[in-house]
């Protein structure tokens, strides 16, 4: 742990070169945030480094899911930051600025958050849109992509009233949100002055719901309404003069891709014949390669679709996202690109007529991508981040040896190979700016091509090897140029009101190929040559002279004391939330349940507490407690519960519940494999009844209690793809054996098998056939005994109306978009979304050897000729609503009962909070 004056920045040992980078960086960004909110944080922050996004993705720090998008986030309740370095200095300075100013917010809105969690203050946040728009307007993170998609949204009316903008659900994608909200808090600065926004922060921490309205009536005298109308008029006075001088790329160029309408299609290559084009795309969830016509954009291939999962999870790009990521063999034979494969990096090659990988090579670097050939596609150039510092490297292919070429502290990426020479260009992050760079390999000297004045991305070499394509920004939008290395002379080929991306000539030089952004989203275009603009830009000439590439030389470090303190886990241990939950099984019982979680700095020791309350008659709440140890790849802990199962007896007409106490302990170990699968260990001791639970060898008093020891075993694998809230493409299971031990005290002795199978296919973007089959069973001298019936199981039935030592269930959903959103006006606006419509069919029932037997076999159905009717199966179909409320959702179901012969009158509904699979 370093200290500074304001912060402890928590590294592992490889990290200790960017200690004093982010310390630098944090201090000054302190200093700023403080100077603007006339405020002093009223505890130290902690800073959390991670030395590449790779490792920043393991942290247990939050135990949700990050991708690749996430840069880093700030954390409430103890005011964490966490923070993975990408390999730009310029990015990882805006990251750590934008998240300290969640902190300074979280530090003015909420005092202490765990006291605010009694009076439910903690619940309740301003809009994000202000929140984020804040964080990105003070850190400064002003380019030409956020201007980019501003304009588009602008263009399209796609800029959402401020009103509407609690939260980002509306919006194509967050960042557009992020952006909208940076300019509103621009705006309100221009018009208001900077001193406001403190004192809208300190106006909403007087406000226990945070209404941002009523605090912009009093700071600013404007309501939110009064307030979006000015500033949506700000926005187009912005960008709508700008039609009359750009141009749109579907009026300029022929969109390839219009009609893959889910993703965004970027990356876009020539084959070396100039018939195909391959680019990237996640037009069905997952990043693949795809070849399509050039001339009328047909797809053809995907060659990667086979490979996903088996061979790479993620296509690799660079942090900007505006790197080549996919190379093209000089004989039209091979596309490689860099793959993640579980915690690695892999070269792969993939022969396009073959369909196989010629190769796969283990790169042993943090990330690594925008790989590129030689002439004769024997060496592949790609850029690589390792111990902090991003470098270019060479792997021959033959004998995938790796060489390094560069090794500077600066931010090296896009590399592309000369046609003939044996050199090679690329872009390197100086002074603030992304720059063009030459190296001759053969002389081993390197020349800066461009100035600080523009960003220069994505150079590709023209095939006269004279001239460099490459895209800049010196006009605020990324626009086409080419570079003419012997006299300098800049000459722009577009003039697009979004932007233009990864542009590469087609081999006759006759057609213009990029991917644009228009409405939302990215598309490949191809420009003809009559298109294509010849306008010579005058720029300062770059006086540079060739200099001596240094290698394998110790960079000089700052001259800054890192402090090697050890890590305390006791001291560091706190609090990190508590939040509620509820739910409303199918055995009609409502329960409340609160979660505490604490844990030590680096939630490698985790300490849950869920205390759960539930209608039924008794005043005592069952809790569950537990300890998780994370630090290593296999989870071990502990845990200890005292809760009651429900169980409803009787007929329609009188019926009755019963609540059976259950007590233990036990331990656990979780052991991942890999991204999709892992072993589940278990073992506990727990005392609990009998009755209604168990079908014994020995007869048994209706109130006795016995003591179950029983381990555990399972085999879970996930591989589903999700999208709001939901799984919609994929595979999920849980297969376990769990057996009792009588000779370490258990009173019974069984063998359960449980197999859970759920898999889920998508039909379009938003609808999808969801699936799940489950088998049961209970084996030995005493057995468990499993029940159906209930919302969140066979629907048409009431809860538990199926009981037996064995059991099986098949049940089919139809999930389709029913209502997107529902306004109410009365008695104050409000809305509530994400309402699913569903079609369903359960097919189920359960079975022991009480109830059948040889004289009384267990029939499924009878079958006359073709005919089938379900005779001991059970079954039912019906329709249905599904609410999302976050990870949970709200179900109403209405079901008949039918033997597939008829479909018998009457309805059974069903409610439940929680209970889709």
Same mark, same amino acid.
């Given at each position: 742990?370093?200290?500074?004056?304001?912060?402890?920045?928590?590294?592992?040992?490889?990290?200790?070169?960017?200690?004093?980078?982010?310390?630098?960086?944090?201090?000054?960004?302190?200093?700023?945030?403080?100077?603007?909110?006339?405020?002093?944080?009223?505890?130290?922050?902690?800073?959390?480094?991670?030395?590449?996004?790779?490792?920043?993705?393991?942290?247990?720090?939050?135990?949700?899911?990050?991708?690749?998008?996430?840069?880093?986030?700030?954390?409430?309740?103890?005011?964490?930051?966490?923070?993975?370095?990408?390999?730009?200095?310029?990015?990882?300075?805006?990251?750590?600025?934008?998240?300290?100013?969640?902190?300074?917010?979280?530090?003015?809105?909420?005092?202490?958050?765990?006291?605010?969690?009694?009076?439910?203050?903690?619940?309740?946040?301003?809009?994000?849109?202000?929140?984020?728009?804040?964080?990105?307007?003070?850190?400064?993170?002003?380019?030409?992509?956020?201007?980019?998609?501003?304009?588009?949204?602008?263009?399209?009316?796609?800029?959402?009233?401020?009103?509407?903008?609690?939260?980002?659900?509306?919006?194509?994608?967050?960042?557009?949100?992020?952006?909208?909200?940076?300019?509103?808090?621009?705006?309100?600065?221009?018009?208001?002055?900077?001193?406001?926004?403190?004192?809208?922060?300190?106006?909403?921490?007087?406000?226990?719901?945070?209404?941002?309205?009523?605090?912009?009536?009093?700071?600013?005298?404007?309501?939110?309404?009064?307030?979006?109308?000015?500033?949506?008029?700000?926005?187009?006075?912005?960008?709508?003069?700008?039609?009359?001088?750009?141009?749109?790329?579907?009026?300029?160029?022929?969109?390839?891709?219009?009609?893959?309408?889910?993703?965004?299609?970027?990356?876009?290559?020539?084959?070396?014949?100039?018939?195909?084009?391959?680019?990237?795309?996640?037009?069905?969830?997952?990043?693949?390669?795809?070849?399509?016509?050039?001339?009328?954009?047909?797809?053809?291939?995907?060659?990667?679709?086979?490979?996903?999962?088996?061979?790479?999870?993620?296509?690799?790009?660079?942090?900007?996202?505006?790197?080549?990521?996919?190379?093209?063999?000089?004989?039209?034979?091979?596309?490689?690109?860099?793959?993640?494969?579980?915690?690695?990096?892999?070269?792969?090659?993939?022969?396009?007529?073959?369909?196989?990988?010629?190769?796969?090579?283990?790169?042993?670097?943090?990330?690594?991508?925008?790989?590129?050939?030689?002439?004769? #596609? $024997? +060496?592949?150039? /790609? *850029? %690589?981040?390792?111990? &902090?510092?991003? !470098?270019?490297?060479?792997? =021959?292919?033959? @004998?995938?040896?790796?060489?390094?070429?560069?090794?500077?502290?600066?931010?090296?990426?896009?590399?592309?190979?000369?046609?003939?020479?044996?050199?090679?260009?690329?872009?390197?992050?100086?002074?603030?700016?992304?720059?063009?760079?030459?190296?001759?390999?053969?002389?081993?000297?390197?020349?800066?091509?461009?100035?600080?004045?523009?960003?220069?991305?994505?150079?590709?070499?023209?095939?006269?090897?004279?001239?460099?394509?490459?895209?800049?920004?010196?006009?605020?939008?990324?626009?086409?140029?080419?570079?003419?290395?012997?006299?300098?002379?800049?000459?722009?080929?577009?003039?697009?009101?979004?932007?233009?991306?990864?542009?590469?000539?087609?081999?006759? #030089? $006759? +057609?213009?190929? /990029? *991917? %644009?952004?228009?409405? &939302?989203?990215? !598309?490949?275009?191809?420009? =003809?040559?009559? @298109?294509?603009?010849?306008?010579?830009?005058?720029?300062?000439?770059?006086?540079?002279?060739?200099?001596?590439?240094?290698?394998?030389?110790?960079?000089?470090?700052?001259?800054?004391?890192?402090?090697?303190?050890?890590?305390?886990?006791?001291?560091?241990?706190?609090?990190?939330?508590?939040?509620?939950?509820?739910?409303?099984?199918?055995?009609?019982?409502?329960?409340?349940?609160?979660?505490?979680?604490?844990?030590?700095?680096?939630?490698?020791?985790?300490?849950?507490?869920?205390?759960?309350?539930?209608?039924?008659?008794?005043?005592?709440?069952?809790?569950?407690?537990?300890?998780?140890?994370?630090?290593?790849?296999?989870?071990?802990?502990?845990?200890?519960?005292?809760?009651?199962?429900?169980?409803?007896?009787?007929?329609?007409?009188?019926?009755?519940?019963?609540?059976?106490?259950?007590?233990?302990?036990?331990?656990?170990?979780?052991?991942?494999?890999?991204?999709?699968?892992?072993?589940?260990?278990?073992?506990?001791?727990?005392?609990?009844?009998?009755?209604?639970?168990?079908?014994?060898?020995?007869?048994?008093?209706?109130?006795?209690?016995?003591?179950?020891?029983?381990?555990?075993?399972?085999?879970?694998?996930?591989?589903?793809?999700?999208?709001?809230?939901?799984?919609?493409?994929?595979?999920?299971?849980?297969?376990?054996?769990?057996?009792?031990?009588?000779?370490?005290?258990?009173?019974?002795?069984?063998?359960?098998?449980?197999?859970?199978?759920?898999?889920?296919?998508?039909?379009?973007?938003?609808?999808?056939?969801?699936?799940?089959?489950?088998?049961?069973?209970?084996?030995?001298?005493?057995?468990?005994?499993?029940?159906?019936?209930?919302?969140?199981?066979?629907?048409?039935?009431?809860?538990?109306?199926?009981?037996?030592?064995?059991?099986?269930?098949?049940?089919?959903?139809?999930?389709?978009?029913?209502?997107?959103?529902?306004?109410?006006?009365?008695?104050?606006?409000?809305?509530?979304?994400?309402?699913?419509?569903?079609?369903?069919?359960?097919?189920?029932?359960?079975?022991?050897?009480?109830?059948?037997?040889?004289?009384?076999?267990?029939?499924?159905?009878?079958?006359?000729?073709?005919?089938?009717?379900?005779?001991?199966?059970?079954?039912?179909?019906?329709?249905?609503?599904?609410?999302?409320?976050?990870?949970?959702?709200?179900?109403?179901?209405?079901?008949?009962?039918?033997?597939?012969?008829?479909?018998?009158?009457?309805?059974?509904?069903?409610?439940?909070?929680?209970?889709?699979?």
């Amino acid at each position: 742990v370093h200290r500074t004056e304001h912060f402890d920045i928590h590294y592992y040992p490889s990290e200790a070169k960017l200690v004093p980078v982010m310390a630098a960086i944090a201090e000054e960004a302190y200093e700023k945030h403080s100077e603007d909110f006339e405020h002093e944080l009223e505890n130290r922050t902690p800073l959390i480094l991670y030395k590449s996004h790779r490792d920043f993705q393991e942290t247990n720090v939050i135990l949700q899911e990050l991708h690749e998008g996430i840069g880093g986030f700030a954390e409430l309740f103890k005011h964490r930051i966490v923070i993975p370095f990408t390999g730009s200095l310029e990015a990882f300075r805006e990251v750590i600025y934008h998240e300290l100013i969640h902190i300074f917010q979280y530090d003015i809105l909420y005092q202490k958050p765990h006291a605010s969690i009694y009076s439910g203050e903690f619940l309740y946040s301003p809009p994000i849109w202000f929140m984020e728009g804040m964080a990105d307007y003070f850190a400064e993170d002003n380019d030409a992509i956020g201007e980019m998609v501003l304009r588009d949204a602008s263009f399209n009316n796609n800029i959402v009233p401020l009103t509407q903008l609690q939260n980002f659900n509306r919006l194509s994608s967050p960042y557009l949100g992020y952006k909208m909200g940076q300019l509103a808090v621009g705006y309100l600065v221009q018009t208001y002055g900077r001193e406001k926004i403190a004192e809208i922060l300190w106006g909403l921490r007087q406000s226990r719901t945070k209404n941002i309205d009523h605090v912009f009536k009093n700071v600013l005298s404007v309501s939110l309404k009064e307030f979006d109308k000015g500033y949506r008029q700000m926005v187009r006075k912005r960008y709508w003069p700008l039609i009359e001088d750009k141009e749109l790329p579907s009026i300029v160029a022929r969109k390839l891709t219009e009609q893959s309408r889910f993703s965004h299609n970027i990356k876009p290559v020539w084959s070396p014949s100039g018939d195909l084009i391959a680019y990237i795309t996640a037009n069905d969830g997952f990043l693949e390669i795809v070849l399509m016509s050039a001339k009328t954009g047909e797809k053809l291939n995907r060659i990667t679709k086979r490979f996903f999962r088996n061979k790479y999870e993620e296509i690799r790009t660079d942090s900007s996202g505006s790197d080549q990521s996919l190379a093209w063999s000089p004989d039209g034979d091979h596309i490689a690109f860099i793959g993640k494969h579980r915690d690695a990096n892999y070269l792969v090659e993939v022969n396009i007529l073959t369909h196989k990988l010629t190769h796969y090579v283990k790169l042993d670097f943090d990330t690594a991508n925008s790989p590129n050939y030689d002439s004769i #596609g $024997k +060496r592949v150039v /790609f *850029s %690589a981040l390792k111990e &902090g510092q991003t !470098d270019l490297y060479i792997i =021959e292919l033959e @004998n995938e040896t790796i060489k390094r070429l560069t090794q500077d502290p600066y931010n090296d990426t896009h590399p592309s190979w000369h046609p003939t020479k044996n050199a090679i260009i690329y872009a390197s992050e100086r002074e603030h700016k992304n720059r063009l760079v030459l190296i001759d390999i053969d002389q081993q000297t390197e020349q800066i091509l461009t100035d600080s004045t523009l960003n220069a991305i994505s150079p590709v070499w023209m095939s006269n090897g004279e001239s460099v394509l490459f895209c800049a920004d010196l006009h605020g939008v990324y626009d086409a140029y080419t570079l003419n290395i012997n006299d300098r002379q800049m000459t722009r080929l577009t003039n697009l009101i979004t932007g233009c991306f990864n542009p590469t000539f087609s081999p006759d #030089g $006759k +057609r213009l190929l /990029f *991917s %644009a952004y228009d409405n &939302g989203k990215y !598309d490949i275009c191809v420009m =003809e040559s009559d @298109n294509i603009l010849e306008e010579k830009v005058e720029t300062t000439p770059v006086e540079t002279q060739p200099v001596a590439i240094l290698l394998d030389t110790d960079i000089a470090e700052p001259n800054y004391r890192i402090a090697k303190r050890k890590y305390s886990t006791r001291s560091s241990f706190r609090l990190d939330a508590i939040f509620p939950e509820f739910s409303y099984g199918a055995d009609g019982l409502l329960r409340s349940q609160i979660q505490l979680s604490a844990s030590d700095m680096l939630g490698n020791h985790r300490v849950g507490l869920s205390v759960i309350n539930q209608t039924g008659g008794y005043l005592i709440p069952d809790f569950i407690a537990q300890y998780g140890f994370l630090t290593h790849r296999a989870d071990v802990g502990a845990v200890i519960f005292n809760y009651h199962q429900y169980h409803l007896l009787g007929s329609i007409r009188n019926q009755r519940g019963i609540l059976q106490r259950v007590t233990g302990a036990g331990g656990y170990l979780s052991y991942p494999f890999d991204r999709y699968h892992r072993l589940d260990l278990q073992y506990s001791m727990y005392t609990t009844p009998f009755s209604y639970n168990f079908q014994t060898r020995d007869p048994f008093d209706y109130f006795d209690r016995g003591l179950l020891s029983i381990g555990s075993m399972a085999f879970v694998g996930d591989n589903t793809m999700w999208r709001e809230w939901a799984p919609y493409s994929g595979t999920r299971y849980r297969f376990e054996i769990e057996r009792s031990f009588p000779t370490l005290g258990s009173q019974l002795a069984l063998t359960n098998v449980v197999f859970d199978y759920r898999n889920y296919f998508g039909l379009g973007r938003r609808t999808t056939i969801a699936t799940r089959f489950l088998l049961g069973g209970s084996f030995g001298i005493d057995k468990s005994l499993f029940y159906l019936g209930g919302i969140d199981t066979l629907r048409g039935y009431n809860y538990e109306d199926l009981v037996g030592s064995r059991l099986g269930l098949f049940s089919v959903e139809f999930r389709i978009p029913f209502i997107d959103v529902l306004y109410f006006g009365w008695p104050i606006r409000w809305s509530i979304g994400g309402i699913g419509g569903i079609l369903f069919a359960d097919f189920g029932g359960t079975w022991s050897d009480l109830q059948y037997g040889p004289d009384n076999p267990y029939n499924m159905f009878d079958r006359e000729g073709f005919r089938i009717r379900l005779d001991d199966l059970k079954g039912s179909v019906g329709v249905g609503l599904r609410l999302r409320l976050g990870v949970l959702s709200l179900d109403f179901a209405a079901a008949r009962h039918t033997d597939l012969r008829s479909v018998k009158p009457g309805y059974k509904y069903h409610f439940g909070l929680g209970q889709a699979f």
